[in-house]
């Protein structure tokens, strides 16, 4: 039996990292709460404002789930997840972590279930707590740094600001994704969401390199 989906978005708490590149999973869920202020439709439920995390229940896709931000620290995170699915019967199959991911360009993003976390400590706590990498990920690129020893400051620090309308678009993309896979399923999202590409800049505009690289 299927229980409510929860979808996670992996971020840190506090006004000095709202914008910062490891907040992107933040920037999502916030797309969706703002959308869900605004459209009674929507449902939208503060079940916890304190804590460990904040949780949300909303309609999506004309499912019920839940939107939570784990309010620990990002190295913390699945002591949240866990804590959410005890208390609200999420079974690992329902869990959708969003989270920031290195080896993607801004503008391109990925779901796919299972796998490494390829560094990520967020993703890593999750899958320490939750016991298992077998739940489903939203990858949001942010690029890579030229120099490998730069990834740490590299995810801590704004987004540039040429990059900005590229994280709005694909907060909107993710968005209208994830409301796909609640009504229609997995397969649909997915390959909405793999195909996704930045909208080509008119003819005769100077293009901006999103790749992350910063010389």
Avoid: W
């Avoid at 797309?31 to 804590?51: V, Y």
């Avoid at 796998?115 to 990858?139: I, K, P, T």
């Avoid at 990059?163 to 409301?179: F, I, P, Q």
């Amino acid at each position: 039996m299927r229980t409510v989906p929860l979808i996670v978005g992996l971020g840190n708490p506090g006004p000095e990292y709202a914008a910062t590149r490891h907040n992107f999973g933040f920037l999502v869920i916030d797309d969706i709460l703002a959308a869900a202020r605004e459209r009674k439709s929507m449902r939208l439920e503060t079940l916890q404002a304190e804590g460990d995390y904040q949780l949300f229940g909303l309609t999506l896709g004309g499912a019920s789930c839940l939107l939570a931000k784990p309010m620990t620290f990002m190295n913390l995170s699945g002591r949240a997840v866990a804590r959410i699915c005890g208390r609200h019967g999420v079974g690992l199959a329902d869990v959708l972590v969003v989270h920031d991911e290195l080896d993607l360009p801004v503008g391109r993003m990925k779901l796919k279930k299972g796998g490494g976390a390829n560094g990520h400590r967020g993703v890593e706590s999750v899958v320490e707590h939750l016991g298992s990498e077998d739940f489903l990920r939203l990858r949001l690129g942010i690029g890579r740094p030229e120099f490998s020893s730069a990834v740490t400051r590299f995810v801590l620090e704004p987004f540039a600001a040429v990059e900005l309308d590229a994280v709005r678009a694909v907060c909107a993309a993710a968005h209208k994704g994830l409301t796909l896979m609640l009504r229609r399923g997995q397969g649909e999202a997915t390959q909405f969401i793999n195909s996704f590409r930045l909208p080509s800049p008119p003819a005769g505009t100077a293009t901006v390199d999103t790749s992350g690289t910063m010389g």
